[in-house]
């Protein structure tokens, strides 16, 4: 059995720090060649959300599973579990394990006189915090009956950085496109992301619970942003992006280095989502040794401890954890109830694959805004 690659716990935050090929292949479109955008303008216009594009929050809803090129590796599998967090707001991580994470979230604005879209998209990687927002400033009606938007960086534009999302049914095609805040002439494709909507009844029952969908705005920028804290490259004057960053060496503590880099929309400030720590007890066997832990909806074991394959496609986290820690905090966690499943990677070869060891999936309820703590022990299941 080998379901995951080690690499995916290195995957960079979405548009910083790292280069992108020029040449990656756009799975976003129909049928046939494609062109890449040419127009990189740094102006930012934003859609009316009062005439239209206000559905790009109801179509994000979902446990989207699908397959992943991110620079020039591609994932066979990847998800994201978008769940609405309040009445305006919804919320999708990659929770990436030691090394750092990987968020997006959408939700309702005012900025520049316009009711509006706007997205959060970054987190941490290897104790560098990055958040940046992007403004919803284009919309398409496809021949094929699908939807497509266009969401550009804040401050720069298109000729900063941009993603677009195009939807069909129950089909996602999600691409990003990045000049590292600048430092390159022409932003290029750094991810490109197909999912088909899995267990929609989820976001469902977190939008019946928090009043979704409302156009209300779920943070205030109609002043824009703070150009104190906004980030400037070496050698610039100004920032060219609406980007926010702080790095302190060390991701033990989100909530200083969020206050350290001014970001205006921090942790504490999202409603609902919550925290759970999961504690490990070591034994002989898995001593020294790095280890997976897995949220889903279905138990990934049967009842003696054993990985049953078919059931890896209700994941909903994939954590990589390096073998010096024996805890994980699961952060801005979609309230539900959980299968939670360690499993030990004794070969150290970045897969679950034979003689990895785990223990039964244990079940938990998650409740809103709130702080849990789990410890798995009898890990001691060979596989």
Same mark, same amino acid.
């Given at each position: 059995?080998?379901?995951?690659?080690?690499?995916?716990?290195?995957? *960079?935050?979405?548009?910083?720090?790292?280069?992108?090929?020029? @040449?990656?292949?756009?799975?976003?479109?129909?049928?046939?060649?494609?062109?890449?955008?040419?127009?990189?303008?740094?102006?930012?216009?934003?859609?009316?959300?009062?005439?239209?594009?206000?559905?790009?929050?109801?179509?994000?809803?979902? /446990?989207?599973?699908?397959?992943? &090129?991110?620079?020039?590796?591609?994932?066979?599998?990847?998800?994201?579990?978008?769940?609405? %967090?309040?009445?305006?707001?919804?919320?999708?991580?990659?929770?990436?394990?030691?090394?750092?994470?990987?968020?997006?979230?959408?939700?309702?604005?005012?900025?520049?006189?316009?009711?509006?879209?706007? =997205? &959060?998209?970054?987190?941490?990687?290897?104790?560098?915090?990055?958040?940046?927002?992007? %403004?919803?400033?284009?919309?398409?009606?496809?021949?094929?009956?699908?939807?497509?938007?266009? +969401?550009?960086?804040? #401050?720069?534009?298109?000729?900063?950085?941009?993603?677009?999302?195009?939807?069909?049914?129950?089909?996602?095609?999600?691409?990003?496109?990045?000049?590292?805040?600048?430092?390159?002439?022409?932003? !290029?494709? /750094?991810?490109?992301?197909?999912?088909?909507?899995?267990?929609?009844? +989820?976001?469902?029952?977190?939008?019946?619970? %928090?009043?979704?969908?409302?156009?209300?705005?779920?943070?205030?920028?109609?002043?824009?942003?703070?150009?104190?804290?906004?980030?400037?490259?070496?050698?610039?004057?100004?920032?060219?992006?609406?980007?926010?960053?702080?790095?302190?060496? =060390?991701?033990?503590?989100?909530?200083?280095?969020?206050?350290?880099?001014?970001?205006?929309? &921090?942790?504490?400030?999202? *409603?609902?989502?919550?925290?759970?720590?999961?504690?490990?007890?070591?034994?002989? @066997?898995?001593?020294?040794?790095?280890?997976?832990?897995? +949220?889903?909806?279905?138990?990934?074991?049967?009842?003696?401890?054993?990985?049953?394959?078919?059931?890896?496609?209700?994941?909903?986290?994939?954590?990589?954890?390096?073998? @010096?820690?024996?805890?994980?905090?699961?952060?801005?966690? /979609?309230?539900?109830?959980?299968?939670?499943?360690?499993?030990?990677?004794?070969?150290?070869?970045?897969?679950?694959?034979?003689?990895?060891?785990? /223990?039964?999936?244990?079940?938990?309820?998650?409740?809103?805004?709130?702080? !849990? =703590?789990?410890?798995?022990?009898?890990?001691? %299941? #060979?596989?």
């Amino acid at each position: 059995m080998k379901l995951f690659k080690k690499e995916v716990w290195i995957i *960079p935050l979405l548009f910083f720090t790292l280069g992108c090929e020029d @040449e990656i292949r756009n799975i976003a479109a129909n049928e046939g060649p494609v062109e890449e955008p040419t127009e990189f303008s740094p102006e930012v216009n934003p859609v009316d959300i009062n005439i239209d594009g206000f559905d790009l929050l109801e179509n994000m809803q979902g /446990h989207w599973t699908g397959s992943m &090129r991110i620079i020039a590796d591609d994932l066979d599998w990847f998800a994201f579990d978008y769940r609405p %967090v309040s009445s305006s707001h919804i919320f999708g991580i990659f929770e990436g394990g030691s090394a750092g994470d990987l968020l997006t979230s959408f939700f309702v604005t005012d900025f520049k006189d316009k009711r509006t879209i706007m =997205a &959060r998209n970054g987190g941490l990687l290897n104790g560098l915090y990055r958040t940046s927002y992007f %403004v919803l400033d284009s919309i398409r009606y496809d021949n094929d009956n699908s939807k497509y938007y266009r +969401l550009v960086d804040a #401050r720069g534009g298109a000729a900063t950085m941009f993603m677009e999302l195009r939807f069909k049914r129950d089909s996602l095609y999600f691409n990003a496109y990045t000049s590292r805040l600048g430092l390159n002439l022409v932003p !290029t494709r /750094h991810m490109t992301f197909k999912a088909k909507r899995e267990n929609p009844d +989820l976001a469902l029952a977190a939008a019946q619970y %928090v009043g979704f969908p409302l156009n209300e705005p779920a943070r205030d920028f109609s002043r824009g942003f703070s150009t104190e804290y906004l980030y400037v490259n070496p050698g610039d004057t100004e920032a060219r992006s609406a980007t926010f960053l702080a790095e302190q060496g =060390a991701n033990d503590d989100i909530f200083s280095l969020a206050d350290a880099s001014g970001d205006p929309f &921090r942790i504490q400030d999202h *409603p609902y989502l919550s925290f759970l720590t999961v504690n490990i007890e070591r034994n002989q @066997e898995i001593n020294g040794k790095p280890w997976f832990v897995y +949220l889903s909806r279905e138990s990934l074991t049967d009842t003696d401890g054993y990985l049953k394959e078919a059931s890896f496609g209700s994941v909903f986290r994939f954590p990589e954890i390096l073998s @010096e820690y024996d805890s994980f905090t699961f952060t801005y966690l /979609h309230p539900g109830n959980y299968f939670v499943t360690v499993i030990a990677d004794v070969n150290e070869d970045g897969f679950i694959s034979a003689g990895d060891i785990t /223990h039964r999936s244990r079940w938990i309820t998650i409740n809103p805004e709130e702080a !849990t =703590a789990i410890t798995i022990d009898g890990i001691n %299941v #060979r596989n």
